[in-house]
């Protein structure tokens, strides 16, 4: 019933160029990283055994993707769409090192946002007198470059008649960012329809070659803006997740690329000789990620982890202690994450989180414009997200690349959380 602005930032931010271009640099390394993980049963199944003991949406998630597999796959084409999230961290010495905090590879938002965000900082700039400023601001449109995916996924399925279909939460808070990406779509006159899981398990069927349709429609490719929680999920809908992931539709992202994004595979990726198994040969891509980063410790039971929980405990400050969550704000610091880790440390629970260093950026400051918030300068931190977009048919890569950019800026005093979680607000990279 409500529309509001998205909440912006008054003046683009500084960002070093050198870290803004490492971080586009390795893109396409971490594409090919999620892809091959999603391919690795094994791997998979290894580094996720402690996890779903303990968290049941994990498992859940997991006894999916097993009964999928088990059944044979239909799907023939794969479409990832993922943003690696980073902050700049600030060493002793006043240098700046780029530092990974995630890679989201289900329903990451903001492409279309924020491919406007540009436009707006520009006019401001000219505003204020700042011409010169105003032409240095880089174009921006991961809306665009998020299509081309689907498009190419669209295409390789195989049906003109087939549709895209968004599947999007009963109550939509991002729908114009959503719109931004569908009509790049219509544009290219491919029909969108937009459907809840409760629609899928209503009005959802699969014909005797797994091709999916609901109401009617063939789907060529499901594109997942909702499913990433478990409050999105009751019984029905974990039915027609299950229906869906036994179609032949290209889903972006399909379970096992979900399930690749877990922070417990993030942190069993650190390890010493992970990536060399997952991308035998390409010693390069993997001394590019191993670059960006941050130190990752398992929680894992055993003398390692008792060692680790123990390091946490006494000095919180060094750490963020993080679930197996995606959608921001779930993150804990300090004295929560000491007064957790204490209750847990000797429960198998303690499996289902991981522990990262803490990030320590630089802050600069700010204007936070948000709809019915006053107006103050804030001492404010960023983080620089890179949309990517692969495409795969059978063992063939057949598209690969970064896809555009997402600042988003809070005041230092919030530890966590996004935009969509109401703390960080959508800003754009002034190159220094």
């Keep these: 019933q409500v529309v509001n602005y998205a909440p912006f930032t008054l003046l683009p931010s500084a960002v070093p160029r050198a870290l803004f271009e490492q971080a586009y640099a390795v893109q396409q390394d971490f594409n090919l990283l999620v892809d091959a993980i999603s391919q690795n049963k094994e791997f998979l199944e290894q580094t996720l055994a402690s996890t779903i003991k303990v968290d049941d949406f994990t498992a859940q998630l997991f006894r999916i993707y097993v009964q999928v597999l088990e059944e044979g796959l239909a799907q023939t084409v794969f479409l990832g769409i993922n943003r690696s999230d980073y902050m700049f961290d600030c060493g002793l010495d006043g240098t700046a090192a780029l530092r990974q905090i995630e890679i989201n590879t289900i329903a990451a938002s903001f492409g279309g946002l924020t491919s406007r965000t540009a436009d707006v900082h520009g006019l401001v700039l000219k505003v204020l007198g700042k011409t010169e400023e105003a032409s240095h601001l880089l174009p921006n449109n991961p809306a665009k470059g998020l299509a081309l995916g689907i498009a190419k996924a669209w295409e390789l399925y195989g049906s003109q008649r087939a549709v895209v279909m968004f599947l999007v939460e009963e109550i939509q808070r991002n729908i114009f960012d959503q719109r931004c990406v569908e009509n790049e779509l219509w544009n290219r006159n491919i029909r969108v329809i937009r459907k809840r899981f409760r629609d899928v398990f209503e009005q959802g069927s699969l014909d005797a070659s797994r091709r999916l349709f609901v109401d009617g429609q063939e789907v060529a490719v499901v594109y997942y803006r ?3 929680v478990p409050q999105n999920y009751d019984q029905q809908n974990w039915e027609a997740r299950l229906l869906l992931e036994r179609s032949r539709a290209v889903k972006c992202p399909d379970i096992a690329t979900q399930l690749a994004g877990t922070k417990k595979v993030q942190q069993e ?16 891509a993997v001394a590019r990620m191993r670059a960006t980063f941050a130190g990752l410790y398992s929680l894992d039971e055993g003398e390692e982890g008792d060692r680790i929980a123990a390091t946490a405990i006494a000095d919180p400050d060094r750490f963020v ?3 197996q969550r995606e959608g921001g704000g779930n993150n804990l610091y300090g004295e929560e994450l000491r007064q957790v880790l204490e209750k847990i440390k000797d429960s198998p629970e303690r499996t289902s989180y991981i522990l990262m260093d803490k990030i320590k950026p630089q802050p600069s400051l700010n204007y936070l414009l948000r709809a019915h918030s006053p107006l103050q300068v804030s001492e404010c931190i960023s983080e620089l997200g890179i949309f990517g ?12 690349q970064a896809a555009g950019h997402l600042l988003r800026t809070k005041a230092v ?3 966590d959380g996004g935009v969509a979680a109401g703390v960080a607000v959508l800003d754009t990279p002034y190159l220094v």
């Design 226 to 228: 909702e499913g990433y």
């Design 413 to 415: 005093e919030h530890a």
């Design 321 to 323: 202690l993080k679930p």
């Design 389 to 400: 977009v692969y495409v795969r048919q059978g063992q063939e890569l057949v598209l690969n």
């Design 269 to 284: 990726l650190s390890r010493p000789g992970t990536l060399e198994k997952l991308l035998p040969g390409r010693s390069e």
